[in-house]
C-alpha cells in the first residue's frame, strides 16, 4: 500500500484528480469506479476543469458508481446519480450512457444483481475512486460480523445514518438500505485510491495505514490484501493517526 501525505486536502484532491487525468489520457477508453459523498467534490472539481481546459477527455471512458441509496428515484436530489450528474457528469464530455449508478427504486435485488453485471462488464475497473467511512466502511460495506463479496442490499449503520444526516433536511430522511458493490467488487479493481480528510475519520485511517490487522469490523482493512492501494491523506490526519512517511 502507498501512503501519499500531502499537505492539504485541496493538495490530496488534485493529487488524485492528477492521477485520473494521466489515466484517460493514456487509456482514453478506460473505466473508472466513482465515489460520491463530501470528500471526493473538490477532486471532481478539478476533474471538470482539467476537461474544461483541455487537458482530459472524457468521451470514451465509463464509469462505475460504487452504491445508491434504496427507495429515492434518482431525480431526488441526495440521490448518487443526480449527484455524480450535478457534481462530475453534466460538466464534462463524457457520455451519459457510458455512466453507470445503480437504481435506487424498484426491485431491489434485481437492481443489486444489475449493479454486480456493471461491475463485471468489460473487466475490471482501471482505477476504483473511494472515500471511507468514519467507521471504516468502504462503499456502503459497513463495519461486521462478515462482510459481502459482491453487490447486496446493505443496512445502513447509525453511525453512517448520523454522517450523512447532513445532507439531508432531517435525519429520518435518510435512506436506511442501500444497494452497494461488495468486498470482492472494489478488491477486483487494477487499482483502488482512496482519500480521506478530517479527524472523524482517523480511528479508520488509523486501522488502515497503521494496524496490522485485517478485520471486518473496518471493512477497509481488507485493501492491505490489494497489491496496488494507494491511500491520500493530508498532513493533519497523517499526525493524528501517528503516519510518518
Ligand atoms: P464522506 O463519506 O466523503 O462524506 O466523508 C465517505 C464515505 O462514507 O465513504
Not at 448518487?80 to 426491485?107: C, E, P, Q, W
Amino acid at each position: 500500500m502507498k501512503v501519499v501525505v500531502t499537505k492539504s486536502y485541496d493538495e490530496s484532491c488534485a493529487y488524485v484528480a492528477d492521477m485520473i487525468c494521466k489515466l484517460v489520457n493514456e487509456k482514453p477508453a478506460c473505466k473508472l469506479g466513482l465515489a460520491t459523498g463530501g470528500t471526493p467534490v473538490p477532486m471532481y472539481k478539478k476533474l471538470i476543469e482539467a476537461n474544461k481546459a483541455g487537458k482530459v477527455d472524457f468521451s470514451a471512458v465509463r464509469t462505475v458508481n460504487l452504491d445508491e441509496y434504496c427507495g429515492i428515484p434518482g431525480t431526488h436530489d441526495q440521490s448518487y446519480r443526480y449527484f455524480m450528474d450535478s457534481n462530475l457528469f453534466d460538466h464534462i464530455n463524457i457520455d451519459k450512457a457510458n455512466t453507470y449508478v445503480a437504481k435506487g427504486l424498484g426491485d431491489a435485488q434485481a437492481n443489486a444483481a444489475e449493479l454486480e453485471a456493471k461491475v463485471r462488464e468489460g473487466g475490471a475497473a482501471d482505477l476504483q475512486l473511494l472515500g471511507i467511512g468514519n467507521n471504516g466502511h468502504i462503499a456502503f460495506n459497513e463495519a461486521a460480523d462478515v462482510l459481502h463479496a459482491t453487490a447486496h442490499i446493505e443496512q445502513l449503520t447509525e453511525s453512517t445514518i448520523n454522517a450523512n444526516a447532513r445532507f439531508f433536511e432531517k435525519k429520518e430522511d435518510v435512506p436506511t438500505t442501500a444497494i452497494t458493490m461488495g468486498m470482492g467488487d472494489i478488491l477486483a479493481a487494477k487499482c483502488v485510491v482512496l482519500i480521506a480528510t478530517g479527524l472523524a475519520k482517523t480511528s479508520a485511517i488509523k486501522g488502515l495505514i497503521m494496524d496490522d490487522v485485517i478485520t471486518t469490523q473496518n471493512p477497509s482493512s481488507m485493501l492491505k490484501m490489494h497489491e496496488n492501494v494507494v491511500v491520500v491523506i493530508d498532513e493533519e490526519l497523517a499526525a493524528a493517526v501517528g503516519y510518518k512517511a
